[in-house]
């Protein structure tokens, strides 16, 4: 314990910047659909904000080599923070819309910042207990969180004064906590084509997930709140989604490590696309039977990134995970700026419950997708066959964070094979 206890003020920071950041996005949903803001306005709005973590997880790099770990914390942190007052002091589609877009490259920055600073500080013997924390503070602080909205309530100035403190506070600790100020991470190569035919199944799958989870993240509480559910109900529904992929996702990782990993993924693709189905045409507005299929949902929904994640690496080299992780999170990012603004048209369309809708038939093409891929090629043999690894999608760098001992020693002797090569080709 005490290696990790130089760790504790980043995982505080984390769990304020987590918590802030889900509580943002429904709150940004239920207030404007209260002041009038159609599901398509909302759902662009979801779009600018992926657009914006896009841009900022290709940039962050490059700021941090500038300036460093503290300064450019502190200049994202009080970026989002001055755009979330200016949320409520200007309440404009158009204005929000940007905000949204600044706040997703802020984001994007900060958990970046954050996660490297883990990655330099954890002991490799640790990675196992600092990621089984990091991921309960993730879920903790998330869900928690958004349980401040029917305390405080969505109509009022408090609620978007509570996110600024919270974002504003995550400076604290790491101001106080650490004045190592390590060396910035190398930038990660993004090699999307390598990537690509390292696995297209892997690839595929991520922009399949960052559509569909983007568009629940973004839609869901549009989707409760027209169909009658209190503030309360809505914060609910959606928390239940989050907790459901979050205890069943180990399960799952397990069976696939021991599984083609592959048929896992169809399997729970398909049960993913039938809950969708269900609650598109059995739920109604009743909120227990939505509860239910909810967490049935977000059982098989959100884990199908790092089932995606995990086939994606089965098929790369040892020293790959960092490349292949980072692309894939693109490749998510890439899908999280469509869904929620296709998602919002159909909901437009043909009313709230066409969410589940959409995600049901993007899931059905990836059901096909998958069979396809299994009939062309062969599963990976056992022996090459990682362990499953929940990851997060907060940052490109989040794979540094996340790699396996052998993974580490895989890439450190690729590493020193290559400055061993470029030695001995100088001295000839």
């Avoid at 819309?97 to 954050?114: D, E, K, P, Q």
């Avoid at 996702?249 to 993924?265: A, E, F, I, N, T």
């Avoid at 967490?295 to 199908?304: E, K, V």
Wanted: net charge positive; glycine share 10%.
């Amino acid at each position: 314990m005490s290696s990790i206890r130089p760790l504790i003020p980043l995982l505080v920071a984390a769990g304020i910047l987590l918590g802030g950041n889900g509580l943002q996005g429904t709150l940004i949903a239920l207030r404007g659909a209260q002041e009038g803001f159609s599901p398509a306005v909302i759902g662009f709005m979801g779009t600018s904000y992926f657009a914006g973590f896009l841009l900022g997880c290709m940039a962050i790099s490059r700021i941090m080599k500038a300036v460093g770990h503290v300064r450019s914390f502190s200049a994202l942190a009080a970026l989002a923070s001055a755009g979330t007052l200016l949320l409520i002091l200007v309440i404009d589609p158009v204005m929000w819309s940007v905000i949204r877009f600044v706040t997703g490259f802020c984001f994007a920055g900060l958990f970046t910042v954050m996660e490297s600073w883990l990655n330099s500080g954890v002991q490799n013997h640790d990675r196992a207990r600092v990621l089984a924390i990091y991921r309960i503070i993730d879920i903790g602080s998330v869900t928690g969180a958004q349980f401040m909205i029917p305390v405080f309530g969505a109509g009022g100035f408090t609620i978007f004064a509570i996110m600024s403190i919270m974002i504003t506070l995550s400076l604290v600790p790491i101001s106080l906590g650490d004045r190592s100020n390590p060396k910035p991470p190398e930038e990660v190569k993004l090699d999307l084509a390598r990537v690509w035919r390292i696995s297209p199944l892997g690839s595929i799958g991520c922009v399949a997930v960052g559509v569909t989870n983007s568009a629940f993240r973004t839609l869901s509480p549009v989707y409760a709140e027209q169909i009658g559910m209190s503030v309360t109900d809505v914060v609910t529904f959606i928390s239940v989604g989050i907790i459901g992929g979050a205890l069943i996702q180990y399960p799952l990782g397990y069976l696939s490590d021991r599984w083609d990993r592959r048929k896992v993924l169809l399997l729970t693709t398909t049960l993913a696309l039938l809950s969708a189905f269900s609650i598109a045409f059995l739920a109604g507005s009743a909120p227990l039977t939505n509860f239910v299929l909810i967490f049935i949902f977000g059982s098989f929904a959100m884990p199908l990134y790092s089932l995606s994640a995990a086939h994606a690496n089965d098929r790369a080299d040892k020293d790959e995970f960092v490349l292949v992780n980072a692309a894939l999170m693109l490749f998510y990012s890439i899908g999280a700026i469509v869904g929620p603004f296709a998602a919002s048209a159909a909901m437009e369309a043909t009313g709230p419950h066409s969410l589940f809708v959409f995600m049901g038939c993007v899931y059905a093409v990836f059901v096909l997708i998958t069979i396809y891929r299994m009939g062309v090629r062969s599963a990976v043999p056992e022996g090459r066959r990682g362990h499953f690894i929940a990851l997060l999608r907060t940052s490109t760098v989040f794979a540094r964070l996340a790699r396996r001992k052998g993974d580490v020693l895989a890439e450190t002797a690729t590493v020193s094979q290559r400055l061993t090569n470029a030695s001995e080709a100088e001295r000839k």
